[in-house]
């Protein structure tokens, strides 16, 4: 049985394994944290959503109503952004879909990417995300892993001008591109950069978020779980006692409070397809966070494992 198959057999029960919000300590705030995006001044919640494998999916009965559930408990719970791609095949068309059905695109901040070649290209390409997301407006257009970086810049910041699009910005997903990460970051006026950063990919600490955060530049971390491999790491291991100093009930919690106590980080985004998964996630943006001592406790903690 694969990790994903396993998942999806426990994922029902999860939601029993995470304390209900309601159970928090009586001073412990319920409101998830946000961050402000530098260029705007905007507010945006630590913990967004992930959609590449968990909403690429055909919406049989069953799984519309798993996944509406999903966006429903993400909106009560106070998330906005939504990550997806042309890439996540029938992610953006699911989005669109749902985010209608429930009536919530006013309160989402839709994120999604540009992955093509060539500048008439890259402009069909967006006009189809927007149609299938069933928006006039994008928050966010990102060059995905910056495939054909400055021709898609050059239409980013036409769109932007028009309003078509409300922030521009670069993705990757891996450290091998950080360098030219890195030169796009100095050399362009970005919006937002997006960027793997987890206690198992920890290289953005050394450079590109310290320049995002000189340069001004929002940044929202893919594969916040190494795209699930953390949870094998500490599989049938207990959390550590020092996670009751921040307010932290399970592992996924323990790994996304890492990440956005990080002062540069502006949220996570973690993709799931469970309830269960997304409540918990959550809390991850819930209640205090680790200061840096205890970040680096949390580090020799899971490096030890
Ligand atoms: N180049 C790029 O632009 C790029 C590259 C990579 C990722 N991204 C974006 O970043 C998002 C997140 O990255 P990712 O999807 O690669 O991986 P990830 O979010 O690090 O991990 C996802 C995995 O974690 C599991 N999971 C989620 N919540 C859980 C919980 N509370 N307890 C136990 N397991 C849990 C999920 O399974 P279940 O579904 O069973 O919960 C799934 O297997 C993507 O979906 C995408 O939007 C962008």
């Known amino acids: 049985m694969t990790r994903r198959e396993a998942g999806k057999v426990i994922g ?26 530098p260029s705007s001044g905007e507010k945006l919640p630590v913990i967004g959503l992930g959609t590449w494998r968990a909403f690429d999916v055909d919406l049989t009965s069953d ?11 993400f909106v009560k719970l106070g998330g906005r952004v939504i990550d997806s791609s042309p890439m996540y095949g029938h992610a953006e068309e699911v989005i669109g879909d749902l985010s209608a059905a429930l009536g919530i695109r006013g309160k989402l901040f839709l994120a999604t990417k540009v992955w093509t070649r060539g500048k008439e290209s890259g402009i069909k390409s967006m006009e189809r995300s927007m149609a299938l997301l069933r928006t006039k407006r994008i928050d ?12 898609h810049l050059a239409t980013l910041r036409e769109w932007k001008d028009k309003g078509r699009i409300r922030y521009l910005g670069i993705t990757h997903y891996e450290a091998g591109a950080f360098t030219d990460v890195e030169n796009i970051m100095r050399s362009e006026k970005l919006d937002f950069v997006q960027i793997n950063y987890s206690l198992m990919e920890r290289d953005a600490e050394e450079r590109v978020l310290p320049l995002a ?20 790491k500490v599989r049938s291991k207990s959390l550590p006692g020092l996670a009751t100093e921040f307010d932290c009930r399970s592992w996924a919690q323990f790994f996304l409070k890492w990440i956005v106590a990080h002062p540069a980080v ?10 269960g998964h997304l409540e918990d996630n959550m809390q991850g943006g819930i209640g205090r966070l680790p200061d840096e001592n205890m970040r680096r406790r949390m580090v020799e903690f899971v490096s030890s494992l």
């Open 213 to 232: 955060n000189e340069r001004g530049i929002a940044v929202i971390v893919n594969r916040p779980f190494g795209a699930g491999d953390l949870f094998d």
């Open 140 to 151: 966010l257009m990102q060059v995905h892993n910056l495939v054909d970086v400055n021709t």
């Open 266 to 275: 502006t949220c996570a985004i973690p993709a799931t397809d469970k309830p």
């Open 12 to 37: 029902g029960t999860a939601a029993a394994l995470v304390l209900p919000i309601t159970t928090r300590a009586a001073n412990e705030s319920s409101t998830i944290l946000t961050r402000t995006v």
């Open 63 to 73: 799984i519309r109503r798993q996944l509406q559930e999903v966006l429903s408990m």
